[in-house]
């Protein structure tokens, strides 16, 4: 048996050591946590002189992003090179990819080349787990395979380095409420979020949002439905704000962008109803007077820039145990 499909869940070793890192959903606890420890150290590695540490020296990570990223996937190689690994950026608009070579063939081929981890992005859920499987019928489950997106199914590393950060500014998640704003229903960001939170005993998550942008039946995650803003964000620890994701909807969900900046943007005004030390997180790009204004996103309250500083030291975590160390 694989070690892909040993212990009950894929992302798992017998070892019950990260394998893959697919989607939080499924995931202990304890794996969350030891993810969020392990990235303490590695955020004082930007502090050094020389940033880098030896632990990826002679692994080869292969980057493949199948849909645009500035963030992510600089933030990956910059991890990934902090670690001493070997990084390869394939650049799928030039690739093979582009004459019609299958996702599984292009892996195939990455995986003839020696490599140790893939980083995958794409438009297509479940196109990591695809990977994955993959990977483990072929006999060759020692490469290791990093979801850094996949359609509107889940980004896992975002949803850490969220933890990350509200875990730096509050310490402590079993007091906090927690409200997660705008496009639930395009974004697989809040989906990752929602599931870390819950394991992580978060007792209140909010989810506010108009009722076009709501997945049905996301109650059963164990978040609180809101769909007026003023009463949603009402004593809240922490306003995670979303983007408006207009390239993944279909049919007219949302009057305009003006009319939704004035319902369900976040002003200064709006921001008051939230705790006076609530802290305010984007997961980016933002679109600034449609989401979030700049008052609030330039603000002293904001730690979107914090968060992708902390993304480097996650992703330094994840790709370091993954890899055994």
Do not use: C
Not at 39 to 61: D, H, T
Not at 69 to 90: G, H, M, P
């Amino acid at each position: 048996m694989s070690a892909m499909n040993t212990g009950g869940n894929p992302q798992l070793n017998s070892h019950g050591e990260l394998q893959h890192l697919l989607t939080i959903e499924g995931l202990p606890r304890d794996v969350l946590t030891r993810i969020l420890d392990t990235a303490a150290p590695f955020s004082e590695v930007a502090e050094r002189e020389v940033k880098k540490v030896p632990l990826l020296r002679g692994k080869s990570v292969f980057n493949l992003f199948f849909e645009n990223s500035t963030r992510t996937r600089t933030t990956f190689e910059i991890a990934a090179k902090r670690l001493s690994a070997d990084v390869i950026n394939l650049n799928i608009s030039t690739s093979s990819a582009n004459k019609g070579e299958t996702l599984l063939d292009t892996a195939d081929n990455l995986a003839a080349m020696q490599a140790d981890m893939f980083v995958v992005r794409h438009a297509s859920s479940g196109a990591p787990y695809l990977i994955a499987q993959h990977l483990a019928a072929t006999g060759r489950d020692h490469i290791h395979v990093v979801n850094a997106g996949d359609g509107r199914h889940a980004h896992p590393t975002q949803g850490l380095l969220d933890m990350y950060t509200i875990r730096h500014y509050k310490q402590d998640f079993s007091q906090l409420t927690i409200a997660i704003v705008g496009d639930v229903l395009h974004s697989r960001v809040a989906r990752s979020q929602i599931h870390a939170l819950t394991t992580l005993g978060v007792p209140e998550v909010r989810v506010i949002a108009p009722k076009t942008l709501l997945p049905t039946g996301i109650e059963r995650l164990g978040v609180r439905v809101f769909n007026d803003m003023r009463e949603g964000l009402r004593g809240v620890d922490v306003v995670m704000m979303l983007r408006l994701q207009n390239e993944r909807m279909q049919g007219a969900l949302l009057p305009s962008t003006q009319e939704y900046f004035k319902s369900w943007g976040l002003t200064p005004e709006k921001l008051q109803l939230a705790k006076p030390d609530a802290i305010v997180m984007h997961p980016g790009p933002m679109n600034r007077g449609v989401e979030i204004d700049s008052a609030v996103a330039d603000g002293g309250q904001a730690v979107i820039l914090p968060q992708v500083t902390f993304g480097i030291a996650v992703r330094m975590a994840v790709m370091a145990m993954l890899a055994g160390n």
